[in-house]
């Protein structure tokens, strides 16, 4: 049986070597590893999360920028985050 850090010795191991392919695409932010979550509940195991400004239909895509559903044998989740941006300073902060 495969132990926590072994899958994220894995995890890690395939995300670096896809990062830089998955951050050409359009609209993509950040890759990262994660749980998949619904319903504020994780769902099925870990695995590659790409964080876009906004999901776009496959259709709109060019077939370049899509993202592909699985790398080697992981499962990739797309989520839209908005862009990202510097946060101003919060009155209670200060």
């Known amino acids: 049986m495969e132990s926590i850090?072994?899958?994220?010795?894995?995890?890690?191991d395939i995300k670096s070597r896809h990062e830089e392919a998955l951050l050409r695409?359009?609209?993509v932010l950040?890759?990262?590893?994660?749980?998949?979550?619904?319903?504020?509940?994780?769902?099925d195991g870990p695995g590659i999360v790409v964080?876009?400004?906004?999901?776009?239909?496959?259709e709109q895509l060019s077939p370049a920028d899509r993202i592909p559903e699985?790398?080697?044998?992981?499962?990739?989740?797309?989520q839209g985050i908005g862009a990202l941006g510097a946060q101003s300073e919060r009155e209670e902060d200060k």
Not at 5 to 11: I, S
Not at 51 to 58: G, I
Request: aromatic share 2%.
């Open 51 to 58: 964080n876009v400004t906004r999901k776009v239909p496959l």
């Open 25 to 27: 695409k359009a609209n």
């Open 70 to 78: 699985r790398i080697d044998g992981v499962p990739i989740w797309v």
């Open 5 to 12: 850090q072994d899958r994220l010795a894995v995890l890690k």
């Open 30 to 43: 950040s890759v990262g590893i994660g749980m998949r979550m619904q319903d504020n509940r994780p769902v």
